[in-house]
């Protein structure tokens, strides 16, 4: 089947980058070597010769701060900043910190669903720095985003010339320049040269949420084996409005923290996800005390496909909306 090229017919296209801070906005600020973030849009854009022959550029700075200090807030702001540049008529390219890329993307696939392409796209090291990335990252994500082949296949990312579902990329390496994944399935395309090409398409859309307001607390427990009763009590005891259980397998727990955790799910969501990064949760195989079945039947709600960060993330937009449970176990049955 022959790749769909669409990038002749686009020359001058509109391009919105929306810039949020992160490793490839950061330039050395000290004499030990430490960054700080400088470089807003116009700055990012004009350090790459060739995109101002690609497209119209319009920089918007939406955030200049870490990644890993984003608020529920801050995506939000993000996700509304690329609806408003989505109705323009514009690809949107987002340049982002790499930290957290993986929750800002998956947030708005659930919140920002248009047929104008939006891609993420980031850096591994910072422009003053041996081998830079940011430039070739950014000059291969505009292409993809004004590319029409692009549209209707959702948020986007962009990295090391390959094309991932938004919905599916997670970082896997500290600081490597190849550091995204969307394993166990792969990129969807690639960039190479001029040519955007896809291979994939996503088959199906997240189901689209809202932003309520506020900032749910949503803690992600990692269990391991023998899960202490103790540690599912002191979360109990705090402020949280919501858990996800990151479980062993296919979601399995031990046995003596199950009475806990179902106490837990009285009161307030408590989701569990497998660790595995594949597969999902089960349902109906294991029936022993903490095996799914028995999580299932006490209460718990099944992430299914999802990992622990994008059920943490689901979690908080429900309950910033005031979803109930019944509503939470309706969204998460869709993954």
Request: charged residues 20%; negative net charge.
């Amino acid at each position: 089947m022959p790749h769909r090229d669409a990038d002749a017919s686009s020359k001058r296209a509109r391009l919105i980058i929306l810039s949020t801070g992160g490793t490839i906005a950061m330039t050395t600020e000290t004499a030990q070597g430490g960054a700080a973030m400088k470089l807003g849009a116009a700055n990012l854009a004009g350090a790459v010769p060739r995109l101002a022959d690609l497209a119209e550029i319009e920089g918007r700075d939406v955030l200049a701060k870490p990644s890993a200090d984003f608020t529920l807030a801050d995506i939000v702001a993000i996700a509304d900043a690329a609806q408003a540049a989505a109705e323009t008529g514009a690809g949107i390219v987002i340049t982002h910190g790499t930290d957290t890329l993986e929750e800002s993307a998956f947030a708005l696939s659930l919140l920002v669903q248009v047929e104008m392409p939006i891609v993420f796209t980031a850096a591994m090291r910072r422009p003053d720095q041996p081998s830079a990335d940011g430039p070739a990252n950014l000059l291969a994500a505009s292409r993809v985003a004004i590319s029409p082949a692009s549209r209707g296949k959702g948020i986007l990312v962009v990295a090391d010339d390959e094309i991932h579902a938004g919905p599916l990329i997670r970082k896997v390496h500290s600081f490597r320049p190849h550091a995204f994944s969307s394993l166990p399935f792969g990129p969807i395309g690639y960039v190479a040269e001029e040519r955007v090409r896809f291979a994939l398409a996503p088959a199906s859309r997240p189901p689209g949420l809202a932003y309520g307001g506020g900032a749910p607390v949503v803690p992600i427990l990692e269990a391991g084996p023998g899960l202490e009763t103790q540690t599912v009590e002191a979360l109990a005891a705090g402020a949280i409005d919501g858990l996800v259980v990151n479980l062993p397998g296919a979601g399995h727990s031990a046995a003596g923290a199950v009475p806990a955790l179902a106490g837990l799910a009285e009161r307030i969501p408590v989701v569990f996800a497998s660790r595995t990064g594949a597969g999902e949760t089960l349902r109906g195989s294991y029936d022993y005390p903490g095996g799914e079945i028995d999580l299932i039947g006490r209460g718990l709600i099944p992430a299914n496909a999802l990992d622990a960060r994008k059920a943490r993330i689901t979690l908080q937009l429900l309950l910033s909306d005031q979803a109930d449970l019944g509503q939470v176990r309706t969204v998460f049955d869709r993954f």
